[in-house]
């Protein structure tokens, strides 16, 4: 496609059938999980296999399509953390939150890792935006002195992966999977201060 050319617009039978694989991919996906049959999907969303093939090559097309709604919402939600919290308050929250959300269906962590050192996977390029606010949440934090200067973006971020692996295989509820978090990011902020 030319520069500044822009995308033809779906026609309206191209589109109800993406917009019902996507239906069918997210109820799947939260009843089976993120490894479920393409073709189960396919056989839901009533369309042949091409049909998904066509719009979605590869699981991880799917998943980053079907994830980007969530994404969107979190994002939104961290700014308006970023806006009303401490700089300390709101990435604490905000890997509360983040770990809460990628676990929400069955194996997501384990794609998102996979995906994170893969930079060609289009869930890498979904999930960037999360690896980008957390660098800004953590850069805020550090220039008010709530965090350590010598933990990365990138560190951390792996470390919310990894938590969310274990919330979905342990099968907390929010409760403890915000402990999980609050223990394990515990080295990532500076100590509280008691001012005389």
Same mark, same amino acid.
């Given at each position: 496609m030319a520069d500044g050319a822009k995308a033809r617009p779906l026609r309206a039978d191209a589109r109800r059938n993406r917009d019902a694989i996507l239906l069918a991919a997210r109820e799947t996906f939260e009843t089976e999980g993120v490894l479920a049959?393409?073709?189960?999907?396919?056989?839901?969303a009533g369309v042949g296999n091409a049909t998904l093939y066509r719009n979605f090559p590869t699981r991880d097309d799917?998943?980053?399509?079907?994830?980007?709604?969530?994404?969107?919402?979190?994002?939104?939600?961290? %700014?308006?953390?970023a806006? =009303? *919290?401490?700089? $300390?308050?709101?990435? @604490?929250?905000?890997l509360a939150r983040l770990t809460w959300q990628l676990r929400i269906w069955h194996d997501l962590p384990s794609c998102v890792a996979t995906a994170?050192?893969?930079?060609?996977?289009?869930?890498?390029?979904?999930?960037?935006p999360l690896l980008d606010r957390t660098r800004e949440l953590l850069d805020a934090a550090k220039s008010a002195g709530d965090a350590a200067e010598g933990v990365t973006a990138e560190e951390l971020y792996e470390l919310v992966v990894t938590l969310?692996?274990?919330v979905?295989?342990? %099968?907390?509820?929010?409760? =403890? *999977?915000?402990? $999980?978090?609050?223990? @394990?990011?515990?080295?990532?902020?500076?100590q509280w201060t008691r001012r005389p």
């Amino acid at each position: 496609m030319a520069d500044g050319a822009k995308a033809r617009p779906l026609r309206a039978d191209a589109r109800r059938n993406r917009d019902a694989i996507l239906l069918a991919a997210r109820e799947t996906f939260e009843t089976e999980g993120v490894l479920a049959s393409l073709d189960g999907i396919a056989v839901k969303a009533g369309v042949g296999n091409a049909t998904l093939y066509r719009n979605f090559p590869t699981r991880d097309d799917l998943l980053a399509a079907v994830m980007q709604t969530s994404i969107e919402d979190a994002l939104a939600e961290s %700014g308006e953390l970023a806006r =009303t *919290a401490s700089p $300390r308050e709101a990435l @604490a929250e905000w890997l509360a939150r983040l770990t809460w959300q990628l676990r929400i269906w069955h194996d997501l962590p384990s794609c998102v890792a996979t995906a994170h050192s893969d930079p060609a996977s289009p869930m890498t390029h979904a999930c960037n935006p999360l690896l980008d606010r957390t660098r800004e949440l953590l850069d805020a934090a550090k220039s008010a002195g709530d965090a350590a200067e010598g933990v990365t973006a990138e560190e951390l971020y792996e470390l919310v992966v990894t938590l969310s692996w274990g919330v979905d295989r342990f %099968g907390d509820d929010e409760q =403890t *999977a915000r402990k $999980r978090v609050r223990v @394990a990011t515990a080295g990532v902020f500076t100590q509280w201060t008691r001012r005389p």
